[in-house]
């Protein structure tokens, strides 16, 4: 078995409607998770405030 070399310890708690709060051990600021766009009209929500899925932070790991 290869050497474990990394960790992630987040916590991620909801907001309000689909918005979710990540505080990720090492950053100072949280980052926010929710629905925007396409998304939203999918599933006939209007958050408070747009924020960018899982999904998008996904496609930007990959595609990174």
Known sequence: M???VHTSQIIITREKGPTRKALIKGF???????IHGGIKDFYKVEPEKEHA???DHIVGAVGG
Do not use: I, R, S
């Not at 100072?28 to 929710?34: A, D, K, L, R, W």
């Open 2 to 4: 290869g050497k474990l």
């Open 53 to 55: 899925a899982t999904l």
């Open 28 to 34: 100072g600021e949280p980052v926010y998770y929710g």
